[in-house]
């Protein structure tokens, strides 16, 4: 028998009102998801994400370009009509409305700036436009005050007062981070320059040596000696960038080991094995060529007969693992520690240096780690992450 009309209207109207409650549903659950709690925790998300995202803008420290980026976040923070960050000698950014102030507003900040003290404009003081009051904190570096943190408002009462003062320190803190990443930078460029001076003294004059001994015997050999000569201290001095790959450092050291054995002739013997894939990895500019060196100068040179250095360089997962081998004299571990103590001078320079550049770069898990005990030659590992964002070669 046939469906009547009024049994197919019935039907449609309960497939309507089912779709009707799974579209409500739906936008009900989906609603709660992009919610985020409760009105305190959202408010904490939006003060949090401001804060990171004017962090970034700061990371070089106190710049026009960055804080002007950094200002449109921490307005939002003080929920203020204007805010201004300045140096010790002038604006670098302004945010918001009252653009009348800006023009007086150094005269403003002097005080704050000299006395280090957070000073309060009320409204219709001298400069602040009549209509806005005004609340002027210091932003330290250490003992240094180096800039001010300025946010206008029809009031300024006690929380915005306190609420300037404290983001006024947290961009403090940022500048403070920026000039310790720019003194790392410095320390590291100092170190390479220490490694150069390093390489340059011994090495430069005992490979002069061994070139000059093949000129009347083996002019051909003497020929190919300067060109190797040439290609590693063009590297060695270069003054571009502080990362380097495996595969450049590792040509490095093959040029190295080539003057080297112009000078030792045999008693130097070389193995290398190295995994292609780890080729492309990013490790500090000269962090494996003076552990070769260290091995060739302390391990084999004191040595009698020949001596057999060992390089690998294996995928570890998320590393990649280089050891440097030798069958050297080898050294006491009581030295060896004062040695990467900073504690000793002279000897095993470029060992120390290495040890601490990597700690500076990837963290004290990453230092050297070194087994050696006299007359038991040397084995020295380093692990550096594949992956390294922001390090370029």
């Known amino acids: 028998m046939p469906d009547s009309p009024l049994l197919t209207a019935a039907a449609v109207a309960v497939i309507a009102m089912a779709i009707a409650v799974v579209v409500g549903v739906?936008?009900?659950?989906?609603?709660?998801?992009?919610?985020?709690?409760?009105?305190?925790?959202r408010a904490t998300y939006h003060t949090l994400h401001a804060a990171s995202q004017a962090g970034q803008h700061l990371r070089r420290g106190l710049n026009p370009?960055?804080?002007?980026?950094?200002?449109?976040?921490?307005?939002?923070?003080?929920?203020?009509?204007?805010?201004?960050?300045?140096?010790?000698?002038?604006?670098?950014?302004?945010?918001?409305?009252?653009?009348?102030?800006?023009?007086?507003?150094?005269?403003?900040?002097?005080?704050?700036?000299?006395?280090?003290?957070?000073?309060?404009?009320?409204?219709?003081?001298?400069?602040?436009?009549?209509?806005?009051?005004?609340?002027?904190?210091?932003?330290?570096a250490g003992t240094r005050v180096v800039g001010a943190l300025a946010a206008f408002a029809p009031s300024a009462?006690?929380?915005?007062?306190?609420?300037?003062?404290?983001?006024?320190?947290?961009?403090?803190?940022?500048?403070?981070?920026?000039?310790?990443?720019?003194?790392?930078?410095?320390?590291?460029?100092?170190?390479?320059?220490?490694l150069r001076a390093q390489i340059s003294p011994h090495f430069i004059y005992n490979s002069l040596n061994a070139i000059a001994s093949f000129i009347n015997t083996d002019p051909e050999r003497a020929r190919e000696l300067v060109v190797e000569f040439a290609d590693f201290t063009r590297y060695s001095f270069r003054r571009h960038g502080d990362f380097t790959t495996l595969a450049e450092e590792l040509r490095c050291i093959d040029r190295y080991l080539l003057l080297e054995r112009a000078r030792f002739g045999e008693r130097v013997q070389v193995s290398l094995r190295v995994a292609p894939e780890v080729l492309g990895t990013v490790i500090p500019f000269l962090s494996l060529q003076p552990l070769v060196e260290n091995a060739v100068r302390h391990g084999l040179e004191a040595k009698e007969g020949p001596g057999?250095?060992?390089i690998t360089a294996e995928d570890a997962g998320a590393f990649a693992e280089v050891t440097i081998e030798d069958d050297g004299v080898g050294m006491d571990p009581e030295q060896l520690r004062s040695v990467l103590a900073g504690h000793t001078d002279g000897d095993h320079v470029g060992l120390r240096n290495v040890d601490a550049r990597l700690r500076q770069v990837y963290g004290n898990d990453h230092g050297l780690v070194v087994e050696t005990a006299p007359g038991e030659g040397t084995l020295i590992t380093m692990r550096v992450p594949k992956s390294q964002p922001g390090h370029d070669a």
């Open 65 to 140: 370009a960055g804080a002007a980026k950094a200002s449109r976040q921490l307005r939002t923070l003080l929920a203020c009509e204007a805010l201004a960050i300045t140096d010790t000698s002038g604006v670098l950014a302004w945010d918001g409305g009252a653009e009348d102030i800006r023009p007086r507003l150094m005269e403003l900040a002097a005080d704050v700036l000299a006395s280090g003290r957070t000073a309060v404009l009320s409204a219709g003081a001298e400069g602040t436009g009549g209509h806005l009051s005004g609340v002027i904190a210091p932003v330290r």
């Open 157 to 194: 009462g006690a929380g915005l007062v306190r609420a300037t003062g404290e983001v006024a320190d947290w961009v403090a803190v940022q500048v403070e981070l920026a000039e310790l990443d720019a003194s790392r930078t410095l320390l590291m460029e100092a170190e390479v320059r220490a």
């Open 26 to 41: 739906g936008l009900k659950v989906l609603r709660s998801f992009r919610e985020l709690g409760t009105d305190a925790e």
């Open 308 to 310: 057999h250095i060992t």
